[in-house]
């Protein structure tokens, strides 16, 4: 299995930087491949199409975030910092080649490649799922599809905005990603849902009454 991700992955190398010198539009499978040492007939292996080339190189990301999810310093974050850090780590793995990504994407939003577009939501819905799983959303029917309808968005917008950022280390893409985060969260503190689930925090957490009295308290007669 090792063996066969290593070979994807100088696949999918050869294509990006390819693509950064020639444009997304130049790269073939055929060439990626002569030049990460496959051989032509070993390739449908690993890709059947150019296609597959974009998707392998947006579950690398996907795969970074799981990864980095993973670190107890992100557990111990409160849920707007993880979601943060989380989509931006997805980012800073595609920086690299942030040249080569933007053009796959206005690639996959010509007109008349519809096919390819459904392809591409499939795609975002699964690094949508990978966030939420990432980040321990545990919200359940209605409210689920609510919050995967809102980070959907959030996603989205982060990552057009970001493809044509070229501040030092993404900066104004944070920047943007907190101020959508902030607002989602505070309009989900107004949702019956969150009114709820304070609600029953708070009666969890009151002390119990105490039983026994307290110096000068009236005792409780006995029943007659």
Wanted: aromatic share 6%; glycine share 4%; hydrophobic share 40%.
């Amino acid at each position: 299995m090792t063996q066969r991700r290593e070979a994807r992955d100088r696949i999918l190398d050869a294509a990006l930087e390819i693509a950064e010198t020639r444009g997304w539009e130049a790269v073939r499978l055929a060439e990626a491949a002569h030049s990460a040492g496959v051989a032509l007939a070993d390739l449908p292996s690993w890709f059947r199409e150019k296609e597959d080339l974009v998707d392998a190189w947006f579950e690398r990301a996907d795969r970074a975030l799981l990864a980095d999810a993973a670190r107890s310093e992100f557990k111990d974050l409160p849920p707007r910092a993880r979601l943060h850090r989380a989509i931006m780590t997805w980012l800073r793995t595609l920086a690299t080649h942030r040249r080569a990504t933007r053009q796959m994407v206005l690639t996959r939003l010509e007109p008349g490649h519809i096919h390819i577009q459904c392809r591409a939501l499939h795609g975002v819905n699964r690094t949508v799922q990978w966030l939420r799983e990432a980040t321990r959303r545990d919200a359940r029917c209605f409210w689920r599809a609510l919050e995967e309808t809102a980070l959907t968005a959030i996603f989205l917008t982060t990552f057009m905005f970001w493809l044509w950022d070229d501040s030092a280390d993404a900066v104004r893409t944070s920047r943007l990603l907190d101020r959508l985060l902030g607002g989602a969260e505070r309009i989900a503190c107004c949702t019956p849902l969150a009114r709820r689930t304070r609600s029953e925090r708070a009666r969890t957490s009151a002390p119990a009454s105490n039983s026994t009295p307290g110096p000068g308290a009236t005792p409780t007669p006995p029943p007659e």
